[in-house]
């Protein structure tokens, strides 16, 4: 390791050229779930986003690399460079996935339609039909969760409700404090759309 950092140039290359994309992938991983990556082989997919963060920013980083900053502005825009903006990339691309003109052009990252609805954080009357042919009413609210890929489906809804054959009777259980339904028990979700 000593002899692959063995001067500063070869440093910054790797700072440069590796370390921007690397904290792009971490962060898009935290954002989307998924497999858990392997590094080894998403090595070249760090390098050429970094690639890309130096294009963008080479106004910023010209002026560092000639000396014109002084060392506490040099410092700052390298973080940027380095930490700050590779962090916004992932959260703006997938902000301006989810604009409704782009999002009807392109496949969503979400790998199940499960963790895509449920990505929305929009609340549901949800009705849980089970494989013993039972069926659960509840409220996916703000105090609900889901899981997400790669671990298997399961709900967590903030209310149980009575329903019968029609649907919800308008009765939540009493002192309810929630329920957690595990996926492999689930057959279907109905949604229906929330009201208070």
């Known amino acids: 390791m000593e002899k692959l950092f063995e001067d500063q140039w070869t440093l910054a290359l790797f700072l440069i050229f590796f370390v921007p994309g690397f904290i792009s992938l971490k962060v898009y991983d935290l954002l989307i779930p998924g ?58 691309f997938l902000q301006i996935r989810k604009h409704p003109e782009v999002a009807q052009r392109i496949i969503s990252p979400n790998p199940r339609v499960w963790d895509e609805i449920f990505a929305k954080r929009i609340p549901y009357w949800v009705i849980v039909h089970l494989k013993d042919q039972r069926r659960i009413g509840g409220l996916y609210g703000g105090k609900s969760f889901t899981s997400h890929s790669p671990a298997e489906p399961e709900i967590y809804l903030e209310q149980v409700w009575y329903v019968d054959e029609k649907g919800f009777t308008g009765q939540v ?14 057959v279907a979700l109905e949604f229906f759309q929330y009201t208070n």
């Not at 940027?80 to 962090?87: A, K, M, S, W």
């Not at 259980?173 to 689930?186: E, F, H, P, Q």
């Open 35 to 92: 497999e858990a990556r392997d590094f080894t082989k998403s090595f070249f997919d760090a390098i050429a986003y970094s690639a890309l963060n130096f294009g963008a920013l080479l106004w910023l980083i010209v002026p560092v690399g000639s000396g014109r900053l002084s060392s506490w502005e040099g410092y700052t825009a390298m973080f940027f460079v380095l930490i700050g903006i590779p962090t916004v990339w992932p959260v703006l």
């Open 173 to 186: 259980v009493k002192s309810t404090a929630g329920i957690l339904i595990m996926g492999a028990d689930i």
